[in-house]
T-cell receptor
Framework: GQSLEQPSEVTAVEGAIVQINCTYQTSGFYGLSWYQQHDGGAPTFLSYNALDGLEETGRFSSFLSRSDSYGYLLLQELQMKDSASYFCAVALNDYKLSFGAGTTVTVRA | EAQVTQNPRYLITVTGKKLTVTCSQN?????MSWYRQDPGLGLRQIYYSMNVEVTDKGDVPEGYKVSRKEKRNFPLILESPSPNQTSLYFC????????????????FGQGTRLTVV
């Protein structure tokens, strides 16, 4: 089976920085994606890392270390609208995505 | 507007009564997939389709069927629903052809909240 571990909850104040870690043990690995979901709505794509290193997209950055089977999502300058669930997902092959259980981020004023 | 449309959004049904959840995308995507989401378990893949008439099982296919007769539609069929299929269901699509485009971004529908009593 596939195993993706991420913290269940994180709380931080507006303007802070939050790092959500994701460690994985999977039968295949093509890349690591991150998705955001508000209140059970449609998950939306945030980032994808196929190679080691840091990818930056505005206030969000994602990092991957394939040798450590580890990645993280970094949320900077937190805003209230960033309160949501965040999922890491491993692309096992061309067609299969395996998701972590999700991290609920709560941003406080 | 690029979108994935699921219907219905909410459904309460009784055990054993066949139902179909429809999914349609307007992006000419080759790849489509169904997921279910349960508390504490994240999203788990039920079935996926690489193209018309090509489908395969995901991680939790038991109790579900799918078909892909047209590129834009990928219905999820529950022949005999049971209470353990009470869940939030998502359909997703993405372009195919290369690994990068496939896994760079998947577009999700708004979800179908199904309750089986």
């Amino acid at each position: 089976g596939q195993s993706l571990e991420q913290p269940s909850e994180v709380t931080a104040v507006e303007g802070a920085i939050v790092q959500i870690n994701c460690t994985y043990q999977t039968s295949g690995f093509y890349g690591l994606s991150w998705y955001q979901q508000h209140d059970g709505g449609a998950p939306t794509f945030l980032s994808y890392n196929a190679l080691d290193g840091l990818e930056e997209t505005g206030r969000f950055s994602s990092f991957l270390s394939r040798s450590d089977s580890y990645g993280y999502l970094l949320l900077q300058e937190l805003q209230m609208k960033d309160s949501a669930s965040y999922f890491c997902a491993v692309a096992l092959n061309d067609y299969k995505l395996s998701f972590g259980a999700g991290t609920t981020v709560t941003v406080r004023a | 507007e690029a979108q994935v449309t699921q219907n219905p959004r909410y459904l309460i049904t009784v055990t054993g009564k066949k139902l179909t959840v429809t999914c349609s995308q307007n992006m000419n995507h080759e790849y489509m997939s169904w997921y279910r989401q349960d508390p504490g378990l994240g999203l788990r893949q039920i079935y996926y389709s690489m193209n018309v008439e090509v489908t395969d099982k995901g991680d939790v296919p038991e109790g579900y069927k799918v078909s892909r007769k047209e590129k834009r539609n990928f219905p999820l069929i529950l022949e005999s629903p049971s209470p353990n299929q009470t869940s939030l269901y998502f359909c997703a699509s993405s372009s195919s052809g290369t690994l990068i485009s496939l896994n760079t971004e998947a577009f999700f529908g708004q979800g179908t909240r199904l309750t089986v009593v």
